[in-house]
C-alpha cells in the first residue's frame, strides 16, 4: 500500500451513531432504515440470516460479516416472518447508542451485531462513498480472533460489555474494508487504484496532508519526479479529473467537514484552505458543491 491508501484506512476513524446486539429466535425478520451518511455493518456471530440489499439476498453464516456503505435501508429475516423497520421494536438501552433486542418467534436462535457508524475525516468519507453498495467477507481468517471476541461478548452479558463490542465492530468494519481492497480487483481501479499508484499516489497524499498549500501542477509533479505533461496526464487518466481540479474539490471536502463542525468561521475556513480571501474560497465552494457556505452550514 503507497501511503495515500495507508493513510485513508488510518482515518477511518468512526463516531458510533448506533450499536445493537440482537438475539432473534426463528422465524423472525428486521428492516433497516435509509441511514444517509452512515455506514451499516452486521457481523453473524450464531445461527442464521439473510440479507436483503437493493433485491439482492446474501446467506449470511457464524463468523461472516457484511457492510452496506452507503448505509440504504435493507432486509434481515430468517424464515417466513414480516419484517418490521427496526426502530419500531422494543430495545434495552444500556448506553445512549448501545441496545439489546430480542425479536422473533421462539424458535432456533441468531445472534448478530449490528451498527451504524458515520466517518468524519473527508479522506474517510471519499474512501467510503467509492465502496461497493454491498461488502461481504466469509471468515476471514485474519478476522477470526476479533469476531470470536465479539461472540464471546455478546453471548455474555458482563460488566463494560457494550464497550467491549462498540470498539471490536470499529475493529471489524476497519478489517472488512482493508480485506476487499487487498482481494477484490475492483479496489485497484478509480481513486483507488490512483491511490495505490506509486507517483500518483503519493500526490494524492500530499494534496490529502495540506491541501491549503498553493499546489500547482508543476509542484506536484516537481515532488513525483515526473514531467509536468506526463503528471497531467497520468494524473486525470487514473483519478477521472484533473489535478487542480481535484486539489480545489478536495479543499471543498474539507471545508463542508469544518462547516459542519461549527468551531470555525467560514473566514477562519478560507484562510486555513489557502484562499485570500473569504469572497474567493465563496466562490469556489458555490461552484463545487452547488450553494453557499452559509447555505451548507445551515443545512
Not at 433486542?101 to 451498527?115: F, I, K, Q, W, Y
Not at 460488566?159 to 485497484?188: F, H, K
Request: net charge negative.
Amino acid at each position: 500500500m503507497t501511503d495515500a491508501l495507508g493513510e485513508a484506512l488510518h482515518l477511518l476513524r468512526m463516531s458510533g451513531t448506533f450499536y445493537c446486539r440482537t438475539e432473534l429466535t426463528e422465524p423472525w425478520g428486521l428492516t433497516m432504515p435509509d441511514m444517509a451518511d452512515c455506514l451499516w455493518f452486521h457481523v453473524l456471530t450464531s445461527g442464521s440470516c439473510e440479507i436483503e440489499v437493493d433485491g439482492s439476498v446474501t446467506a449470511l453464516e457464524p463468523g461472516d460479516v457484511l457492510l452496506v456503505p452507503g448505509g440504504q435501508g435493507h432486509r434481515l429475516f430468517s424464515g417466513d416472518a414480516p419484517t418490521p423497520l427496526v426502530t419500531t421494536l422494543p430495545h434495552t438501552f444500556e448506553t445512549d447508542n448501545y441496545a439489546i433486542l430480542r425479536h422473533g418467534s421462539g424458535g432456533a436462535v441468531t445472534h448478530l451485531v449490528c451498527g451504524a457508524v458515520r466517518f468524519d475525516h473527508p479522506a474517510a468519507r471519499h474512501l467510503i462513498k467509492v465502496l461497493p453498495h454491498v461488502l461481504y467477507v466469509r471468515q476471514a481468517d485474519d478476522m477470526r480472533a476479533t469476531i470470536d471476541l465479539m461472540a464471546a461478548e455478546a453471548l455474555n452479558l458482563r460488566p463494560g460489555g457494550e464497550a467491549v463490542i462498540t470498539r471490536l465492530a470499529d475493529v471489524l468494519v476497519i478489517q472488512t474494508i482493508r480485506s476487499w481492497l487487498a482481494n477484490d480487483p475492483a479496489a485497484r481501479t478509480g481513486w483507488l487504484g490512483a491511490l495505490q499508484d506509486h507517483q500518483i499516489g503519493q500526490a494524492l497524499a500530499l494534496i490529502h496532508r495540506d491541501p491549503a498549500q498553493p499546489w500547482t501542477v508543476e509542484r506536484l509533479a516537481h515532488q513525483t519526479a515526473m514531467s509536468r505533461s506526463a503528471f497531467a496526464a497520468r494524473f486525470t487518466e487514473l483519478v477521472g479529473e484533473p489535478a487542480m481540479r481535484y486539489v480545489t474539490r478536495w479543499r471543498m471536502h474539507v471545508a463542508m467537514n469544518r462547516l459542519r463542525d461549527r468551531d470555525s468561521t467560514v473566514s477562519e475556513i478560507a484562510r486555513g484552505l489557502g484562499y485570500e480571501s473569504e469572497a474567493a474560497f465563496s466562490r469556489a465552494f458555490k461552484r463545487i458543491v452547488g450553494v453557499s457556505p452559509g447555505q451548507a452550514r445551515a443545512g
